[in-house]
């Protein structure tokens, strides 16, 4: 195992959908409280910090005792904002943990890291879970990946992938569709990769879809 495996929860306060969405309350905790706790308990992690560039979401998790650390406000993604995060902290894994997903299990960060800390060979791998709900597979604001039969990513769309001909209405696509998958809300990367990828321009295809 790593010596040193970092969480960064990115946290950005201008959401386009929900504006200050990490400081919003949730049983007397913010969001973003309820994020750190749960990422805190992930039994791999070494250290886990907040990233953010927004001056309320530093003050908010200075409050309940979290490591924050502020980062430029131009970056078009939270990958981009935890490779600053990161760069500054030597480590061998880093792990990206959504700051929206307040009941985020340990166990499934740790299954993010697993892999990349048994095989070097990973570079990146991220979470996938079967879509359950047949509404989230036309909702643009659920990702869906395709992957090969060994686990792969082939391609990452807000759209529903591949085209299914004979359609999906009323019915689950289940475990084993091939239309089935969305990714989970924490991915792993090695350090050198990261660091690697930081500041790199969105492809045509990121820009077109908003999909990290």
């Known amino acids: 195992m790593p010596r040193k495996i970092l969480g960064v929860i990115p946290a950005r306060f201008a959401s386009s959908r929900f504006p200050g969405k990490v400081l919003a309350q949730i049983a007397s905790k913010s ?5 750190y706790e ?4 992930a039994r791999y992690l070494t250290a886990t910090i907040i990233a953010t560039d927004d001056e309320r979401i530093y003050d908010a998790a200075r409050s309940f005792g979290a490591r ?3 980062t430029r406000a131009d970056h078009v993604s939270g990958t981009d904002r935890v490779a600053e995060a990161a760069s500054a902290e030597n480590a061998e ?9 307040p009941l985020i299990e340990p166990a499934a960060i740790d299954a993010a890291i697993l892999p990349l800390a048994d095989d070097p060979a990973i570079v990146m791998g991220t979470l996938k879970k079967a879509i359950e709900d047949p509404r989230e597979v036309t909702d643009p604001n659920v990702v869906k990946v395709v992957t090969d039969r060994n686990g792969d990513a082939i391609y990452f769309s807000r759209c529903p992938i591949p085209y299914m001909r004979d359609g999906l ?3 689950s696509p289940g475990p084993g569709s091939p239309l089935g ?7 792993g990367c090695g350090g050198r990769g990261l660091r690697a990828g930081e500041g790199a321009r969105p492809t045509p295809h990121r ?3 908003r999909a990290e």
């Open 181 to 187: 998958r969305r990714p989970r809300p924490a991915s």
């Open 93 to 101: 894994l880093v792990v990206n943990i959504q700051g929206d997903e």
């Open 207 to 209: 820009r077109r879809r």
């Open 38 to 41: 749960r990422a805190s308990l």
């Open 68 to 70: 924050v650390v502020m």
């Open 169 to 171: 209405v009323g019915r």
């Open 31 to 35: 969001m973003l409280q309820r994020v």
